[in-house]
């Protein structure tokens, strides 16, 4: 049963250090979501990746915030500095696009960062 | 994309037919309407989704009304582990817009 897996899956840490968070999406889906939810803004979307180049990422934070692929099993998820307000579970999502396949997201578990 | 509306919450008996509603009046031609849920503390799950014919899997249905205003997702067995907040989404289908824009959606607690 293939699944999007994230780490770590709990992060605690002080303001100021820098995050970073690991996502490996489905082998073979092309397509990579990043998402943050807060109890506030509820679930919302920072930033996507297609075949590793970033094709959205008007929700994310340009000044702290940085999202990257290095290679088509890893997407990561830096925050740098952290910050209080960062607190949130964020997740990742993958998919697949092209060939008429439909447009479906499986979500990861999650990682659920607390900055101090 | 257009915006949707649904109950804050619902109650549903266990072994009974869940149905959630979603409003969706300014829909348009090319908009599809997709379910997700999410159980407490999981990532969100894809349920169904569909145009204008109403849509059938292994998990739910979709019935879609004529005029595409609203749909109805039915669980047609509720179980406790279907306890959840359920999202509604209507959103084209377009390659190059794959963004999902999550609502409050509906919590459903299933009653044993």
């Known amino acids: 049963d293939a699944r999007v897996t994230q780490t770590p899956r709990h992060k605690v840490t002080e303001m100021g250090q820098e995050v970073t968070m690991r996502c490996q999406p489905i082998?073979?889906?092309?397509?990579v979501f990043w998402y943050r939810q807060t109890m506030m803004q509820g679930l919302e979307l920072l930033a996507y990746?297609?075949?590793?180049?970033?094709?959205?990422d008007s929700g994310m934070p340009k000044d702290r915030f940085s999202a990257e692929m290095p290679d088509a099993t890893l997407a990561t998820l830096k925050i740098q500095p952290s910050e209080p307000r960062d607190s949130a579970v964020y997740f990742c999502?993958?998919?697949?696009?092209?060939?008429?396949?439909?447009?479906?997201?499986?979500f990861g578990p999650g990682t659920r960062l607390t900055v101090l | 994309d257009a915006k949707t509306t649904q109950p804050p919450s619902m109650d549903c008996a266990e072994g009974r037919a869940a149905n959630l509603p979603c409003n969706h009046s300014?829909?348009?031609?090319?908009?599809?309407v997709y379910w997700y849920r999410q159980i407490h503390s999981q990532g969100p799950q894809y349920i169904i989704h569909?145009?204008?014919n109403n849509e059938t899997n292994e998990m739910a249905s979709l019935i879609i009304t004529e005029d595409r205003k609203s749909s109805t997702l039915i669980l047609p067995h509720a179980t406790l582990r279907d306890t959840a907040v359920y999202y509604c989404?209507?959103?084209?289908?377009?390659?190059?817009?794959?963004?999902?824009?999550f609502g409050t959606g509906t919590r459903l607690t299933i009653i044993p």
């Open positions: 999502a993958s998919g697949h696009r092209g060939g008429g396949s439909t447009d479906t997201q499986y």
């Open positions: 082998l073979g889906h092309n397509t």
């Open positions: 990746f297609r075949n590793r180049a970033p094709l959205d």
């Open positions: 300014t829909i348009s031609g090319n908009e599809y």
């Open positions: 569909g145009l204008k």
């Open positions: 989404i209507v959103r084209v289908d377009h390659f190059g817009n794959e963004k999902l824009t």
